[in-house]
């Protein structure tokens, strides 16, 4: 493998201009702190980039994972062995603002868009306030908060496909919750926003804020929602009904404020967070027949998701709340 990326990288860093990190720790990319090396990180800075990026890569058969701002992965111990490709490009361009068509490059930050449709008195996004992450990465996944996900607000994108660039309409992708089927690297995204007043914008986003920093802790390290909603149900009050607030191992935590957050509340390592949602998802089963499916996604290796039902749970001396699930199969 060592030789396959050292030959993978010299053949990128001749062709590109683009930062190359080589051995980078995923904790330092994602937002649960968490995650052994990549083999190399790229940043590309520009399309050409990223398509020598993707040749090369189906060349020297390396994994490629594409990585906005790590909000919602969680990254294995042992790293990802092939190459992240960090997309971090920044542009605003709001265009024909008459009929309030915004496009944005994929790297920007959500935080960043929202306030700049707020100053501009354009309004859509504000119920999202709070969501970290970018663009990029809200489309592909299909972010939403408080009844709006930003499928809602799409236009279309431009995406790379690994072979040839497209503009993809809204209507030529299909979205569900928290998911879509877009299978490409999102390098622009066209929104459609309206026009609002700027200070009933400020308030809801104000009000968007205050909800989020009361219900969630913001302070921590998570990557968010550990488990979907699902029909008729909120993952989160399931699992606080079922007594799962506070359980542990090691430094990972299901948080006291919010039950469906698993947070890092020191050096917490990705087998933790793992056997700990895998803890929450058996008992929830257990109590209620629910089986919840994961919203986090894993990146690298982990073992294989167990059945709910197959596990056990050992109470530790070491605290009250301390679970150990023995994982079976
Ligand atoms: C405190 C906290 C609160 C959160 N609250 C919410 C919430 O209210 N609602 C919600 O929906 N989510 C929430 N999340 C989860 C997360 O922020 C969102 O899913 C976010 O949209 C992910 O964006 P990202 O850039 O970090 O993507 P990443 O986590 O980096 O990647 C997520 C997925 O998108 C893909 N991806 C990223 N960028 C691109 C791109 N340019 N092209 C193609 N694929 C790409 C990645 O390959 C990966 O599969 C929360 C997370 C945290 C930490």
């Keep these: ?96 603002e008459n009929v309030c068509e915004v496009e944005v490059d994929a790297g920007v930050s959500m935080s960043r868009l929202i306030r ?19 663009i990029g990465g809200a489309v592909h996944n299909n972010a939403g908060s408080r009844g709006t996900e930003i499928s809602d607000l799409l236009l279309g994108m431009r995406i790379y496909d690994g072979e040839k660039w497209s503009w993809k309409g809204r209507e030529e992708i299909s979205f569900d919750y928290r998911r879509s089927d877009i299978g490409g690297l999102i390098y622009k995204v066209k929104l459609q926003l309206h026009k609002k007043d700027r200070q009933t914008l ?64 020191g050096r917490a390592r990705a087998w933790q967070v793992f056997e700990l949602m895998e803890a929450v998802r058996s008992r929830v089963f257990e109590e209620t027949g629910v089986e919840l499916e994961r919203e986090i996604e894993l990146l690298g290796d982990f073992p294989p998701t167990v059945e709910c039902g197959e596990m056990t749970f050992e109470r530790l001396e070491s605290g009250d709340t301390l679970y150990r699930p023995d994982i079976k199969g």
């Excluded at 990223?50 to 990585?67: D, G, Q, W, Y």
């Excluded at 700049?116 to 970018?134: D, V």
């Design 1 to 96: 493998m060592r030789e396959r990326v050292r030959a993978f990288l010299e053949e990128l860093e001749g062709e590109c201009k683009g930062r190359v990190l080589i051995d980078h720790p995923l904790s330092r990319l994602t937002t649960f702190r968490i995650g052994g090396p990549a083999s190399a990180v790229f940043i590309p800075e520009s399309e050409a980039e990223i398509e020598t990026a993707f040749e090369l890569s189906r060349n020297h058969a390396m994994p490629m994972k594409i990585i906005g701002r790590g909000s919602n992965i969680l990254a294995s111990d042992d790293g990802f062995p092939g190459i992240v490709m960090l997309i971090v490009r920044r542009g605003i361009k709001g265009i024909r």
């Design 202 to 265: 400020e308030r809801l986003y104000e009000e968007n804020m205050m909800w989020r920093k009361k219900s969630q802790p913001l302070n921590m390290f998570s990557a968010g929602c550990v488990f979907k909603n699902g029909e008729g149900y909120s993952a989160g009050e399931l699992i606080e009904r079922c007594g799962c607030k506070g359980w542990r191992v090691g430094d990972a935590v299901v948080s006291e404020k919010h039950a469906n957050f698993i947070i890092n509340v």
């Design 116 to 134: 700049w449709s707020l100053e501009r008195g354009l309004g859509g996004l504000e119920g999202m306030a709070g969501i970290p992450g970018t």
